[in-house]
């Protein structure tokens, strides 16, 4: 066969795609050609291109059968050689009758050998490959250990590099025997029939048996009955169970010497190591490393300067012996005098990647599941990192004067000062928050009849409650004696905020204990107020909070209350900021700012969206979220939309005209606009007047708006999918859309809300959302976009998920339209001509 094989790539699914071509791209043999449904797949046929092998995904739905249909029906494709990709998730499987194929995390391991041992049955000039195993590996497609042995005596012929691992120090796997290697369990015996989960035990020479289970593969071809064993170690899954157990608990320990102490213990308990050690090093500290905590060897031990490997690890390198094998040699006095077999060094890094300490984990034998283990062990490294920067925060605060020395929380003036600045940082991106001011009911009396210890024990344990009730983005402190202050940040709804306080009294409706061991219960009551519903400035936003909190106390006590404006000032605030909008936008106040969307893969830009904003002359920069509301109700908003979207096309069609990156441009349309007779005819008139290809505009609609408060809405979004344009359903997951709703729009992305995004890592419940929503989404065949990413354990978790694009502020801010093109002109300068150009 000469010059480049083709190589068709059918399966709707754009990360696939992107993975199959990852794994190929270095096989500069192969010409490829990629279709994504039946229609394009047929389209791309009429020429008959030369094709040697298909790459397909066996996802079983209708269009993936008619493009094969349609495939098979082409003479020179009759007998095409076909490898199936199957679905990682559990339960899928390849299609009936079909052999070849493998799942889709083998896809950059094994698709290339899989593909050449294809076509080499296809083609008879081509060598047949020497390895065994290539006609075996669809069935090791879990990574786990395996060989391929001869029938009926079972004699292995090859064995996978997990496999010699598993059994170093045996002497060679290939020449033993199946019966040898693998015993059963139960009555089962070798040889074994085509299955998966026979469980055994797998008999390794030092005595160290493992146990596991295996899955068996059968082929009887013109070389011969051949069988394939591949082997799962259960210690796997017995480190994850107590990982996950482990990581459940860690947040229940303090972090001050006696507590990180403690997690260390629990820590070297449930993951069996023999020693765990965590040091202390931050970059603003001239001082050496500190060892805050030990577990396990008490002789003593070398000053961190003399232990080479942690010099590395404290320069950010991990370092890893826990998998079995030879691996790299790794000289250390301490791990020599420690005597571990396997250990690791690993950084503890805080959100910015600065290494603000380091942990030794190890042990004196191998307990199997290393690289299981050393996952465990990076899970409980960042809640160490966390807890070493609190800490920090805590010594810092107690040297400045700001930490209260009682609870360890933020004293008053601290807290005025963050309540300052996320007032400023609201004011900025519009962000809601919620400010509580709690009060214990008849603290007096706790002091005048038990003494001032245990009135300090009760402030301790009502602080820890306090701390335990909120997400770690909120801030509680102690304001002034028994009083209590909150900032819950990132609201949505005023409905989460008085769940919060809901929460709050239920938990302090608990008893109590004291040192003596008695106990005594002491309820709260709580005031509540929202920026900037209630107040735009601190003082006055405390006032209304301390207000709701007397509220409460004059209901009976123990209960919280929401504070309630005055209806006539409010009304007066609003009709002055209507007045000064409509003079906006005769006046030219309004700007667009853009903010990028990026691939979740490359990190490289394929879309924008444009961001209305507000610059008063003498108020400046004022937040959509004051003024897109009041827009609505005054009709404004129609004309505001008309000259956004119209200034944003032109405005990227000569960003399109410049770097010809094809960026997709993201514009939001309200209920208001949607429900304008002429929006389908004004929008194809701005595409008309600007040049933009509608292709590369994307209109987003908010999930709460509905059929109800929009009648024609799907007509009119059918409308607008007919000019060629994009349609988004921005803010997902806050309001109520059925699946059947989704399902009939014209959607092709979904857009995930920012107040899911920002909780990956502190609310498990809200990561259940964003992973649920991603699967759906892709389940409807629509991408999505997660918007609020701003930190890297953000883009990591959204990652693995397999969300498609990413928007926030770990990438970008929004940007004015100068700064924007300078980000677009850096882009084209550093990476000129190596990525392709984007495309919607």
């Given at each position: 066969m000469t010059g480049p094989?083709?190589?068709?790539?059918?399966?709707?699914?754009?990360?696939?795609?992107?993975?199959?071509?990852?794994?190929?791209?270095?096989?500069?043999?192969?010409?490829?050609?990629?279709?994504?449904?039946?229609?394009q797949l047929a389209a791309l046929l009429v020429d008959a291109p030369p094709l040697h092998v298909a790459v397909v995904a066996a996802d079983g739905t209708d269009d993936i059968a008619q493009g094969l249909r349609i495939l098979r029906a082409r003479p020179e494709y009759a007998t095409l050689p076909v490898v199936y990709l199957v679905a990682d998730a559990p339960g899928s499987t390849a299609p009936a009758d079909h052999a070849d194929w493998l799942r889709e995390n083998a896809v950059g391991d094994e698709l290339v050998h899989r593909l050449r041992a294809a076509m080499a049955g296809h083609a008879p000039d081509e060598t047949p490959p020497v390895s065994f195993a290539g006609d075996y590996r669809f069935a090791f497609d879990t990574g786990g250990a395996w060989v391929v042995a001869n029938t009926p005596e079972g004699c292995v012929l090859e064995s996978g590099e997990a496999m010699n691992r598993l059994c170093m120090g045996d002497g060679p796997v290939a020449g033993r025997l199946l019966r040898e290697l693998f015993v059963l369990s139960g009555e089962s015996t070798w040889p074994l029939p085509d299955g998966d989960g026979h469980p055994c035990v797998l008999r390794r020479g030092d005595g160290r048996d493992v146990p596991g289970e295996v899955d068996v593969r059968h082929l009887v071809d013109a070389r011969g009955h051949r069988v394939a064993v591949g082997f799962r170690d259960l210690r796997v899954g017995q480190v994850a169970d107590r990982a996950l157990g482990l990581l459940a608990e860690l947040d229940a320990f303090p972090a001050d010497d006696e507590g990180m102490g403690a997690t260390a213990g629990k820590v070297a308990d449930a993951l069996g190591l023999d020693v765990l050690a965590l040091w202390s090093a931050f970059p603003e500290t001239d001082g050496e490393p500190a060892l805050v905590a030990r577990v396990g060897e008490r002789t003593e031990w070398p000053d961190a300067a003399d232990i080479p490997l942690l010099q590395l690890c404290l320069h950010g390198e991990a370092l890893s012996r826990l998998v079995e094998g030879p691996g790299v040699a790794m000289a250390d006095p301490l791990v020599e005098s420690l005597g571990l077999e396997a250990f690791a060094f690993l950084p503890l890094m805080d959100e910015r990647r600065n290494v603000v300490g380091a942990m030794l984990a190890g042990s004196r034998r191998h307990v199997g599941a290393g690289r299981m283990l050393e996952v465990a062990l990076r899970a409980v490294g960042a809640r160490f990192a966390a807890a070493l920067e609190l800490r920090r925060s805590r010594e810092q605060g107690r040297a400045r004067g700001l930490i209260d020395p009682l609870t360890g929380l933020p004293n008053r003036l601290l807290f005025d000062d963050r309540l300052d600045t996320t007032i400023r940082e609201a004011a900025r991106t519009g962000e809601r928050f919620a400010v509580l001011m709690i009060d214990l009911d008849r603290f007096k009396g706790i002091n005048d009849t038990l003494g001032h210890a245990a009135g300090d024990q009760v402030l301790s344990a009502v602080a820890r409650r306090l701390r335990a009730s909120v997400r770690g983005s909120d801030t509680v402190a102690r304001y002034a004696g028994d009083e209590f202050t909150m900032i819950l940040r990132h609201i949505v709804k005023r409905d989460d905020v008085q769940r919060i306080a809901e929460k709050v009294v239920q938990a302090m409706e608990l008893p109590l204990g004291l040192g003596d061991g008695s106990e005594l219960q002491s309820t709260v009551s709580i005031g509540v107020a929202f920026f900037p519903d209630d107040a735009l400035e601190s003082e006055a936003l405390l006032h209304h909070a301390d207000e709701a909190m007397y509220g409460a106390k004059s209901l009976g006590r123990n209960n919280y209350q929401v504070y309630a404006s005055n209806v006539d000032t409010s009304q007066q605030q609003q009709n002055e900021l209507k007045s000064r909008l409509r003079h906006a936008v005769r006046n030219g106040e309004l700007r667009v700012f853009y903010q990028p969307q990026v691939n979740t893969v490359s990190e490289d830009i394929v879309g924008m969206e444009a961001l209305v904003r507000w610059e008063h002359p003498g108020l400046g920069m004022i937040s959509p979220a004051f003024f897109i509301p009041l827009a609505e109700t005054t009709g404004l908003i129609v004309a505001i939309g008309e000259w956004v979207l119209r200034h944003a096309c032109e405005q990227a069609r000569l960003w399109q005209d410049r770097y010809g990156l094809g960026l997709r441009l993201g514009v939001n349309l309200s209920a208001v606009q949607l429900m304008q007779p002429g929006l389908v005819g004004e929008v194809a008139t701005i595409l008309r007047e600007t040049g933009l290809d509608p292709s590369l505009l994307e209109l987003e609609v908010t999930e709460s708006i509905s059929v109800k408060t929009v009648p024609h809405l799907e007509d009119t979004l059918q409308a607008l999918h007919a000019l060629g344009c994009g349609i988004a359903i921005d803010d997902f997951g806050t309001g109520a859309a059925s699946l059947d709703y989704l399902r009939r729009l014209p959607a092709?992305?979904?857009?995930?809300?920012?107040?899911?995004?920002?909780?990956?890592?502190?609310?498990?419940?809200?990561?259940?959302?964003?992973?649920?929503?991603?699967?759906?989404?892709?389940?409807?065949?629509?991408?999505?976009?997660?918007?609020?990413?701003?930190?890297?354990?953000?883009?990591?978790?959204?990652?693995?998920?397999?969300?498609?694009?990413?928007?926030?502020?770990?990438?970008?801010?929004?940007l004015p339209t100068p700064t924007f093109e300078k980000l677009l002109a850096e882009r084209q300068r550093i990476v000129g001509d190596r990525l392709p150009a984007v495309t919607a």
């Open positions: 094989r083709g190589i068709l790539v059918f399966t709707p699914r754009k990360d696939t795609r992107r993975a199959v071509f990852d794994a190929l791209d270095a096989e500069g043999d192969f010409a490829l050609l990629s279709a994504r449904d039946a229609s092709g992305r979904i857009k995930i809300d920012q107040s899911f995004v920002r909780n990956i890592g502190v609310d498990p419940d809200d990561e259940a959302i964003v992973r649920s929503t991603i699967e759906m989404a892709h389940r409807l065949k629509r991408e999505v976009v997660a918007e609020g990413v701003e930190v890297e354990e953000h883009l990591q978790f959204l990652r693995a998920q397999g969300c498609d694009e990413l928007q926030g502020y770990l990438f970008c801010r929004p």
